[in-house]
């Protein structure tokens, strides 16, 4: 096996700070090679330093040699050419690397024709055989805007692979994707492996098994562990490593919090049913959700859970059926935990004046916020800080904080921890549930993933027809 | 890296020291030379510069320096005020259509639309010649060109924002719209706003010397930077330091004002 891509003591530093310590790896034909690491831990930086895309401040040191060659030497000009034909990177955010104006066929044909310099008809007779080859046939004239999140990424998968690059470096590939979606991607770089080489940054446990070969584990830019897959998941050394593997959620504890008796209910659904753009996402759904209840919702990407939550909060109208509240409540007890954390705070402005907006508005008890800080896990000194300078994992947990000030009776959480890497993500829910229970707040849970609602909830709806 | 003060870029901070300089020159004129910009001494034309006319001379013997600093002043009373008061109304408007939309927005966008057909200097001449050489038609006139801008930018704005889950979620902790706006809307416009008057000032500015110049805007005695151009057109020859005054101050009015909006980044 010849050795297709070395790097030798690479290191990138910013100003005199070094965020990636010196690292050595060598990528062979048919080899896949997976880093695992939370966010935070320099992943996505390697991967940039060898595809020579660091933003300027950061610098990198050390050789990445290319058939022997060292790249790192190369004018940008130069450099710029190995991409697609030599490196492809499959990027983290396939919406942020497709034209949202240019039908998927269009994409990938246009790499065809013009890097690998193949005439138009034949580029869109390539890109429609490979589009069909990940099962997008039937998309391949639509707008990335009207894919999903799984479709959109193998559309980038095939625009990032149509150069014919035999070495492909995939940056987080499966974030936010559900348990089919991510097996499909997964399956989509095994196919890579055997055309070249493979080298995967995730932090997804079942994505470097599913792949196999090597695995590095990095944390704070530093090597923690490294071994084949099998030897390093079954038997992990490093403290580090089994943290990581236990966060998965197949590895977790049942957390559910004991059933109690019969529950007042908080709400009721009868026969709900909902259209968006003439497509059904749901009829005749039934639900009752009691005091302190934690139901699980699960299904795949785009089947409409984000919407059913905005229908049982009342920020959507429903096309019919009956939503039923408990009586003579306020509507600020029935609350929402978001997706993407920073999203739902006001930027530029201290966490701290926020809460006390929120306690002067309804003349809560300031004094109840310390412990409930304190039962969260957060340090008031938080506070003082603005969303933007708080970790995504902090933030999620202020939320929820924020939630439980009003003494909420229903908590809407979509998808809270699907952007937090695994060990944050493990502790937010395990959290949320908790504290949700002591105050008796049902809790209704979305998430794609449905081994952490089986360790969580009392009961899983599944919307989408899937279980 | 850029150094930064008073979280200005190193450009703005330039424009804005430009502008101060130029304020001040305006003011102290005022306060301390105080000439009569409009009195003429016939047997002193085009005097050069001396200990008491540091500026020299125009053709009918006025102080250049009393005629330039009340011809700054009027230039940047009538950008602050025509600012202001489009601002204000843009800034109002968007935020009422892009948080309401519905009809309220269709009607508003048509109004915008209407706006936009005609070309901005063709409405202020429009204005301008309802009342040869009055400054209220053509500050109208300026304030009704300049506020579409920021009708569009606060009205895309604050339509994205209505639309975000930062907003949803303070609606649903029960506050109000008041606290949305305060809260979640001012602070993503102040910053764009603040652009567009800087850029609106220094259209402003243009605007009046240009009508000046083309002889429909204010009329002599009255100093003002586009006259003054045009009457000293012509002694090009004779006095070019003198043509040159006017000239120079409008460009640095325009380039400190467009150094304070813009940002190399």
Known sequence: MSVLLQVEALSVSANDVTLLEPLSLSLKTGEALTILGETGAGKSLLVQAIMGLLPSPLQARGRVLLDGQDIGRLKPALRARLWGRQLAMLPQEPWHALDPLMPAEQQVAEVYRYVGGLSAPDALERSRQDLAGVGLAGAAERLPGHLSGGMAQRLAFCAATAGGAPIVLADEPTKGLDASRRDQVAALLRRARERGAVLTVTHNIEVARQLGGHILVMRDGRLVEQGEAEELLARPKDGYTRALIGADPQHWPDITPTDGAAREPVLTVRGLHKSRGGRLLFEGLHMTVGRGEIIGISGDSGCGKSSLGDILLGLLPADGGEIRRAPQ???????????????????????????????????????????????????????????????????????????????????????????????????????????????????????????????????????GGRA | MTRRLLGLRRGQLAGLVLIAALVCFALLEGLLHGADPASQDLANPFAGPSLSEPLGTDQYGRSMLARLAAAVRLSLALSLLCVVTSATIGVAMGVVAGWRQGLLDKCMSLLLNIALALPGLVLVLLFASLAPGSFLMLYVGISAVLWVEYFRVVRAITRRVAASPQVQASRMLGFGALYCVRRHLWPAIVGPVLTLAAFGASASILALAALGFIAVGLRPPTAELGLMMVELFPYYNEAPWVLAQPILAVFLLVLGLNLLAGGEE
Request: net charge positive.
């Open chain 1, 329 to 463: 409540i306020a509507r600020h007890r029935y609350l929402k935990l978001y997706q993407d954390p920073p999203a739902a705070f006001a930027p530029g402005i201290p966490l701290g004046r926020l809460f006390d907006d929120l306690i002067g508005l309804h003349r809560l008890d300031r004094r109840r916020l310390a412990p409930l800080l304190q039962r969260l896990r957060l340090d008031p000194g938080l506070l003082q800080r603005t969303s933007v300078a708080v970790s995504g994992g902090e933030l999620q947990r202020l939320a929820i904080a924020r939630a439980l000030l009003l003494e909420p009776l229903l908590l809407f959480a979509d998808e809270p921890v699907s952007r937090l890497d695994p060990i944050t993500a493990r502790e937010v829910i395990a959290l949320l549930v908790q504290s949700a229970t002591e105050q008796d707040c049902a809790v209704l849970l979305v998430s794609h993933d449905l081994e952490l609602l089986r360790k969580t909830c009392h009961h899983v709806v599944s919307l």
